[in-house]
């Protein structure tokens, strides 16, 4: 992604009550994001960060009605934008909206957002699609690799809610994932702490290490095939890599799973074209503010059974 660095003017802003009650660090680091952390801790020290004319501290909780002043700085900005035809392209993966969520069906193969060597994901295409809606942002994460539902929200406070109700545990989540060979673990609950391991080239890498952090994954046999099996994935909670690496550590790699999966069976699905992570984001459901129950869903990707029919 080519970029050119550009030095901003003055900015005044006026804080909306759906930004109100957010650090103003944070604040100012979602609104420019190529801003270094270090540059924003930097001129907030020096005073030159200001609210309603008076210097603040980097921990202050901007309200309602704040006028914010930003001073010049130096940013990163792209030089490229998505084109016409890439931002109509995801348009068509919605599955559902509202005022106040977007609810996509993320294909395998993009990736939520740009960056290492990746020009596009799906937030910079959606905000370019939707450039009347100032405040777009993930709600959660997936991989790249895997398909299916993903939330993004439309305004500040629903992300706020919802990631109160991700740190509650109450965002049910399912997964639909294709193992090699016969399953022998019926309905069961893998309880195994991860641990992340952050590589030279900037990939993350887990494994099941007792020191590691509590990680729980419900799973359920839903069709055993004649040389694979369908299996549902419930994530307790929701760690790196979960789905993929619990079930490899009980010996039922996820087919096509290039990072924890079986190298020869992969090779395998290769050569007959099958070139995915067989791993889906099936559903997502939870409670609203009201009480009212969501829940959206994503149907079974062709690829899964065209792979399951041969």
Same mark, same amino acid.
């Given at each position: ?16 009550? @759906? ?5 103003? @660090? ?13 540059? *924003? ?50 348009? %068509? ?9 977007? *609810?996509?069906?993320?294909?395998? &193969? ?30 959660? /994460?997936? @991989? ?22 991700? /740190?509650?545990?109450?965002?049910? =989540? ?25 590589? =030279?080239?900037?990939?993350?890498? *887990? ?16 069709? !055993? ?8 994935? !419930? ?6 890599? !979960? ?7 009980? &010996? ?10 079986? /190298? ?11 070139? /995915?992570?067989?791993?889906?984001? !099936? ?9 009212? %129950? ?17």
């Amino acid at each position: 992604m080519k970029q050119e660095l550009k030095k901003t003017k003055v900015k005044k802003i006026n804080i909306t009550k @759906d930004d109100a009650g957010q650090r103003i @660090d944070n604040f100012i680091l979602r609104k420019y994001k190529s801003l270094p952390r270090s540059k *924003v801790y930097r001129i907030l020290r020096r005073g030159e960060v200001r609210i309603n004319s008076g210097r603040v501290s980097p921990s202050y909780k901007i309200k309602e009605n704040d006028e914010l002043r930003m001073p010049p700085v130096m940013i990163r900005e792209n030089t490229e934008s998505p084109s016409l035809k890439q931002c109509e392209k995801v348009l %068509d993966f919605i599955l559902y909206e509202d005022k106040d969520i977007l *609810v996509i069906d993320k294909p395998t &193969g993009m990736a939520v957002h740009g960056g290492s060597g990746i020009k596009f994901g799906v937030i910079e295409l959606i905000r370019a699609a939707r450039p009347d809606q100032n405040n777009l942002e993930l709600i959660h /994460r997936i @991989d790249r690799e895997t398909s299916g539902c993903l939330m993004l929200s439309k305004k500040r406070s629903i992300l706020r809610f919802m990631h109160k109700q991700f /740190r509650l545990g109450v965002i049910k =989540k399912n997964y639909f994932s294709l193992v090699k060979g016969f399953w022998r673990f019926g309905e069961n609950k893998i309880d195994k702490p991860l641990m992340t391991h952050h590589r =030279k080239n900037g990939e993350r890498h *887990v494994t099941c290490e007792k020191s590691g952090k509590k990680a729980l994954t419900k799973v359920k046999l839903i069709n !055993q095939y004649k040389d694979c099996a369908l299996i549902q994935c !419930q994530p307790i909670t929701g760690r790196t890599h !979960q789905i993929r690496v619990h079930l490899s550590e009980l &010996g039922y790699p996820i087919l096509g799973d290039e990072r924890y999966g079986n /190298r020869n069976v992969n090779m395998k699905l290769q050569k007959k074209g099958m070139k /995915r992570l067989f791993l889906h984001a !099936q559903s997502i459901g939870f409670l609203d503010k009201n009480g009212a %129950d969501h829940l959206y869903t994503s149907p079974m990707p062709k690829d899964f059974d065209n792979f399951i029919s041969t």
